[in-house]
């Protein structure tokens, strides 16, 4: 079992920044890959950005260039924590984003942080 938590997020300005941060806890050795998902009432999840053991990350086009996540302190040819930086935010960014850990085929999921950018 994997437990994930979040923290961060918050109401910005658009062109503010944020930062939300991930940890998980339980069996971390069996984690392959984190990241972040959002979602928003009613619609489907969408990928944000996740990162795998090898510190290879992917984006979603909408967040490329703006957007960066890192594993932060987590062991080598691990993944445990995880951190997002979203830097030029915009009101469509919008959203509840979700810390998700895969690990033995399924993901594990936070509660979801609330990330709001006025216009």
């Known amino acids: 079992q994997v437990q994930v938590v979040e923290s961060g997020g918050g109401l910005v300005q658009a062109g503010g920044s944020l930062r939300l941060s991930c940890t998980a806890s339980?069996?971390?050795?069996?984690?392959?890959?984190m990241g972040w998902s959002r979602q928003a009432p009613g619609k489907q999840g969408r990928l944000v950005a996740h990162?795998?053991?090898?510190?290879?990350?992917?984006?979603?086009?909408s967040v490329r260039g703006r957007f960066t996540i890192d594993a932060g302190d987590s062991a080598v040819n691990t993944v445990s924590t995880v951190s997002l930086q979203m830097e030029n935010l915009k009101p469509e960014d919008t959203d509840t984003y979700y810390c998700?850990?895969?690990?033995?085929?399924?993901?594990?999921w936070g509660q979801g942080i609330q990330v709001t950018v006025s216009s």
């Open positions: 339980g069996s971390i050795e069996t984690i392959i890959r």
């Open positions: 998700y850990a895969w690990a033995r085929d399924r993901a594990y």
């Open positions: 990162i795998d053991t090898h510190r290879t990350a992917t984006y979603a086009d």
